[in-house]
C-alpha cells in the first residue's frame, strides 16, 4: 500500500518562500499523476497543483504564477516551491494522486503571518 509523507512547513512572513516535499513509498508513484491539496482551518481541501507522469503542470487560479510543482520519480518525491506567500495560502498541505484516492498523509502545516 502506498505512503505519502509530506515535509517543509512552517511558519513565514508574507512575501516568504517555502518548499514542501512528499515522499511516496511504492512502485506505482512514476506512472501516476500527483498533485498537492490544501486544507485551511472551516474550508474543504483543494487542489492547489498537479503533475502529470511526464512532467505536464496545472494550477489553481489563487496560486498560478506563484507556486511550482515538480516531481523526481527516481526518488519517488513531489515537491512544491511555494513563492511570494499570503497570509491566505495558510493551510495544511497534503500530496496524493491527481485522483485523490491514495491513502492521506498527515499533512504538513503552512502558516503565513507577519
Known amino acids: 500500500q502506498v505512503q505519502l509523507a509530506e515535509s517543509g512547513g512552517g511558519l513565514v512572513q508574507p512575501g516568504g518562500s517555502l518548499r514542501l516535499s512528499c515522499v511516496a513509498s511504492?512502485?506505482?508513484?512514476?506512472?501516476?499523476?500527483m498533485g498537492w491539496y490544501r486544507q485551511a482551518p472551516g474550508k474543504q481541501r483543494e487542489l492547489v497543483a498537479a503533475i502529470s507522469s511526464g512532467g505536464s503542470t496545472d494550477y489553481a487560479d489563487s496560486v498560478k504564477g506563484r507556486f511550482t510543482i515538480s516531481r523526481d520519480n527516481a526518488k519517488n518525491t513531489v515537491y512544491l516551491q511555494m513563492n511570494s506567500l499570503k497570509p491566505e495560502d495558510t493551510a495544511v498541505y497534503y500530496c496524493n494522486a491527481r485522483t485523490g484516492r491514495l491513502p492521506w498523509g498527515q499533512g504538513t502545516q503552512v502558516t503565513v503571518s507577519s
Open positions: 511504492g512502485s506505482i508513484f512514476s506512472i501516476v499523476s
